[in-house]
């Protein structure tokens, strides 16, 4: 879920450069704000109950194909 997020996040933060929409910048702001306090709490999560674990993510990105990357 932690990289789902971070996906979102770097969206929201794309949408937030490019939109002149005040809707739209305000929701990438909510969308940053709200995505990033969830990972901080699902990194704590993981660190208390599993503290040695250092398997990495086979996260494939969702969004990949919509080219958001500038």
């Known amino acids: 879920m932690i990289p789902h997020h971070q996906e979102a996040i770097d969206s929201a933060k794309i949408m937030l450069a490019r939109s002149e929409n005040a809707d739209v910048k305000k929701?990438?702001?909510?969308?940053?704000?709200?995505?990033?306090?969830?990972i901080t709490m699902m990194t704590q999560w993981l660190k208390t109950r599993y503290p040695t674990t250092t398997?990495?993510?086979t996260y494939t990105p969702m969004m990949s194909n919509l080219n958001l990357v500038s």
């Open 55 to 57: 398997k990495k993510s």
């Open 27 to 38: 929701l990438a702001e909510n969308i940053i704000r709200t995505q990033s306090e969830e």
